[in-house]
């Protein structure tokens, strides 16, 4: 007897002493990743590691990972781009940032739609979504970085300089709320046509019986930036418990639970998915490699929204029949797909000759909308004599609040008061954007141009571009 006791005394000493002693971890895991409470659970009591995780918004996370043992964040990019990324990193599950439409709006994207054509359909108010705030959440950063790769058309990375506001606002027109909790801001709204989210997210949501149908997932054509979840080693001194936790975590078992209770895709090939995560994800976007191209994101973003207004002074005298008309044409003609006028943007157009001809203002609402502004240049009433100044006076008592004016002409001032005239008046609170055509004289539209803090720039499609642009403050 006492020689069996002996035995099951030295079993259990042997056992007690393979057995890893219980470890709690700090963790600093991305917002999303509160689902996975049951799956650590079962973690702690598989590997005696405990995982107390504090959530925060990946971006924000990445800013410090100060007084964390392990990072739990969607993605090591903007600790990377901080040069704050830890050495040791192993991806645990996947999930890409997608679209999820209401069923009556879905026809409204077209079958298979990319960025382009979502920031399309939102820049005529055809299209209104959610979206999580791209200052604090990885997810709301990464739809940015969609519509502005591809708004650059480049393939690659994007630099400083691909990065264009106005094709950014035009998606952001159709921005009815970015928040931190964006599911639960959806849940809360009747009048949101989609979401801007991972597919995770947006899988548990249809399943989770809080919408009264489920929302049909897009994934754009033109490619979507992809989460991979790494699970980083932030204190090197936890090296052991960290091995166990991403040993568990990678096991056949473990990842059927993730991909069971949470909609993420398993990294391990062995696991069973669901028939709605085999979906093909296309083409992963290239990540920024640069901070300033993250700034100019940011940037861009908070300036974005409605009250803007733009004041087109055009020129109808006669000298400008022909082809300086059809050029101006064209030049409006051309302001559609992203760089047309947003909604909720206001746009006046006042044509001259010897005086004001016509004054039009139209707050952009639709398509319709649209059509009026270019029914306006359709107008062949042109007049004789040019009073440029006179003209751009008018429209300066026009402006209000956030205002730019671009003038177009192709003469030189022969009605109404001189340049020195108007400017002894003291101009320079709204700033004007010349576009020059043909014998207009350079040196006088610099001048007011300096003296607003605007931009002389050669007539052409391309350069009232460039000055709609620059009014929006994308330059």
């Given amino acids: 007897m006492r020689l069996l006791a002996l035995v099951a005394l030295l079993v259990l000493t042997a056992c007690a002493a393979s057995t890893p002693p219980p470890v709690q971890l700090r963790v600093l895991a991305s917002t999303e990743l509160a689902d996975l409470a049951p799956v650590l659970a079962e973690l702690k009591r598989a590997t005696g590691v405990e995982l107390a995780v504090e959530h925060r918004g990946t971006v924000e996370a990445s800013r410090s990972l100060d007084g964390f043992d392990l990072a739990w964040l969607s993605t090591t990019r903007f600790l990377r781009l901080r040069g704050t990324e830890p050495e040791l990193a192993a991806s645990i599950m996947t999930s890409p940032v997608v679209l999820g439409v209401r069923r009556d709006k879905r026809a409204v994207l077209g079958e298979r739609p990319t960025w382009a054509d979502v920031a399309d359909r939102a820049a005529l108010g055809q299209f209104r979504y959610g ?18 790769t591809a708004a650059a058309g480049t393939g690659a990375p994007l630099r400083p300089e691909d990065v264009s506001c106005d094709r950014l606002q035009g998606f952001l027109t159709g921005r009815a709320f970015d928040v931190p909790d964006a599911v639960g801001e959806f849940t809360r709204r009747s009048d949101v046509d989609g979401l801007v989210a991972h597919e ?10 809080k919408l009264s149908e489920p929302l049909e997932i897009v994934y754009p054509r033109d490619g979507i930036v992809l989460s991979d979840y790494p699970l980083m080693l932030v204190k090197p001194e936890h090296r052991a418990a960290y091995d166990r936790v991403v040993e568990w975590l990678r096991s056949p078992a473990a990842q059927q639970m993730i991909a069971d209770r949470t909609w993420r895709r398993p990294v391990e090939s062995s696991v069973t998915r669901h028939e709605k995560l085999r979906a093909d994800l296309g083409t992963a976007l290239y990540f920024p490699d640069s901070t300033e191209v993250i700034d100019r994101l940011l940037l861009f973003h908070d300036r974005a929204g409605d009250g803007r207004q733009v004041i087109f002074v055009l020129d109808w005298s006669t000298s400008m029949r022909g082809a300086r008309m059809a050029g101006l044409r064209e030049a409006f003609a051309s302001l559609n797909g992203f760089d047309r006028f947003y909604v909720g943007e206001t746009v006046t157009i006042l044509r001259f000759a010897g005086t004001v001809l016509e004054e039009r203002s139209i707050t952009v609402r639709g398509k319709e909308d649209l059509d009026a502004l270019l029914a306006v240049v359709a107008s062949d009433d042109l007049r004789d004599n040019t009073a440029i100044w006179a003209a751009l006076d008018r429209a300066l008592q026009l402006a209000s609040g956030d205002t730019a004016v671009v003038l177009m002409t192709d003469g030189e001032n022969n009605a109404g008061p001189s340049l020195d005239e108007f400017l002894r008046v003291g101009r320079g609170e709204v700033p004007v954007y010349p576009i020059r055509f043909g014998e207009a004289s350079t040196a006088e539209l610099d001048r007011v141009a300096q003296a607003s803090g605007g931009r002389l720039v050669e007539a052409g499609a391309k350069s009232l571009l460039e000055a709609v642009r620059e009014i929006r403050g994308c330059r």
């Fill in 131 to 148: 979206m999580a705030d791209p200052r604090v959440s990885g997810g709301g950063m990464a739809a940015l970085i969609g519509v502005a």
């Fill in 200 to 209: 995770s997210e947006l899988l548990s949501l249809n399943a989770s019986g």
